[in-house]
């Protein structure tokens, strides 16, 4: 089993920054990606982006390309969602997630690709 612990969400205004970490616990030598992806109220999941733990490989979702940045610290488990330039539709609850198969990057952009999630984290932006 992986566990799953995000931080860092907040109340941020329009421009602004936010950096949210996600941290894994258990079985973490055998995890293959960890993923972001974010709700709206009223709204789907929808893909932010994820990195592979086996080829450091980043995939970005259309909506934070170019403004927001994934990056791992091993030594922590760890994994950061920097979001810069925020706007207030960026506001939704962020989710970290995780797996343990081998997948190729086109399943990683589904929820069905991941098998752990965390609690979740509000992120609100205001204009």
């Known amino acids: 089993q992986v566990q799953l612990v995000e931080s860092g969400g907040g109340l941020v205004q329009a421009g602004g920054s936010l950096r949210l970490s996600c941290t894994a616990s258990?079985?973490?030598?055998?995890?293959?990606?960890m993923g972001w992806f974010r709700q709206a109220p009223g709204k789907e999941r929808e893909f932010v982006g994820y990195?592979?733990?086996?080829?450091?490989?980043?995939l970005y979702g259309d909506s934070g390309k170019g403004r927001f940045t994934i990056s791992r610290d091993n030594a922590r488990n760890t994994v950061h969602l920097q979001m810069n330039s925020l706007l207030p539709e960026d506001t939704a609850v962020y989710f970290c997630?995780?797996?343990?198969?081998?997948?190729?990057?086109?399943?990683?952009?589904?929820?069905?690709?991941?098998?752990?999630w965390g609690q979740g984290t509000q992120v609100t932006v205001s204009s």
């Open positions: 997630s995780a797996d343990r198969s081998a997948q190729a990057p086109p399943r990683r952009r589904i929820a069905d690709g991941y098998a752990y």
């Open positions: 258990g079985r973490t030598e055998s995890i293959y990606a």
């Open positions: 990195i592979s733990l086996s080829t450091n490989f980043i």
